[in-house]
T-cell receptor, first 109, second 116 residues
Framework: GQNIDQPTEMTATEGAIVQINCTYQ??????LFWYQQHAGEAPTFLSY??LDGLEEKGRFSSFLSRSKGYSYLLLKELQMKDSASYLCALMDSNYQLIWGAGTKLIIKP | GAVVSQHPSWVICKSGTSVKIECRSL??????MFWYRQFPKQSLMLMAT?????????EQGVEKDKFLINHASLTLSTLTVTSAHPEDSSFYICSAKTMAGDTEAFFGQGTRLTVV
């Protein structure tokens, strides 16, 4: 079967750096996604990793280790607008997304 | 990126009535559309996968006679919640892909359904 784990909630300070971890178990793998979701809104795409390593995109970076079943999303220079839920999603062998429960990130001034 | 439009954004209906939610791909042809339901503080739960011109594939535990899905064209899929009850109140989100191997799915804005 498939299983995705990520912390329920994290708190960080404006201007700081935060790393949100995601671990997974799966029999079929076609990539790992990170989405941002503000309350009451649909998710918005942040990143996609299918190969091991770090993908950097502005203030956001995402890392994947397939052998360890591990990914993280790194957010730098945190802004108040970054307060949201961050969803880790696994694409399985049928190209369907399996979603984690999401990590609620609270940014404090 | 591609645009998926979902309508309505929110709806309030009486218990026992039916509600239709539309999901349109505006600038691409969506061969596959997904319907999700999300309860407060919970993850997205896949309800069904629909491919244009064929019957939807429902996830275990989702009543196909209650949640009617129609994917009649490459740009439109609809979800009809029939005989709605308060426990059906949720956030419903659609997403669309151009082909099965696509890596990115594009999301609609979501529909907040409240059944009173």
């Amino acid at each position: 079967g498939q299983n995705i784990d990520q912390p329920t909630e994290m708190t960080a300070t404006e201007g700081a750096i935060v790393q949100i971890n995601c671990t997974y178990q799966t029999s079929g793998f076609n990539g790992l996604f990170w989405y941002q979701q503000h309350a009451g809104e649909a998710p918005t795409f942040l990143s996609y990793n299918v190969l091991d390593g770090l993908e950097e995109k502005g203030r956001f970076s995402s890392f994947l280790s397939r052998s360890k079943g591990y990914s993280y999303l790194l957010l730098k220079e945190l802004q108040m607008k970054d307060s949201a839920s961050y969803l880790c999603a696994l694409m399985d062998s049928n190209y369907q997304l399996i979603w984690g429960a999401g990590t609620k990130l609270i940014i404090k001034p | 990126g591609a645009v998926v439009s979902q309508h309505p954004s929110w709806v309030i209906c009486k218990s026992g009535t039916s509600v239709k939610i539309e999901c349109r791909s505006l600038d691409f042809q969506a061969t596959t559309m997904f319907w999700y339901r999300q309860f407060p503080k919970q993850s997205l739960m896949l309800m069904a996968t629909s491919n244009e011109g064929s019957k939807a594939t429902y996830e275990q535990g989702v009543e196909k006679d209650k949640f009617l899905i129609n994917h009649a064209s490459l740009t439109l899929s609809t979800l009809t919640v029939t005989s709605a009850h308060p426990e059906d109140s949720s956030f419903y989100i659609c997403s669309a892909k151009t082909m099965a191997g696509d890596t990115e799915a594009f999301f609609g804005q979501g529909t907040r359904l409240t059944v009173v």
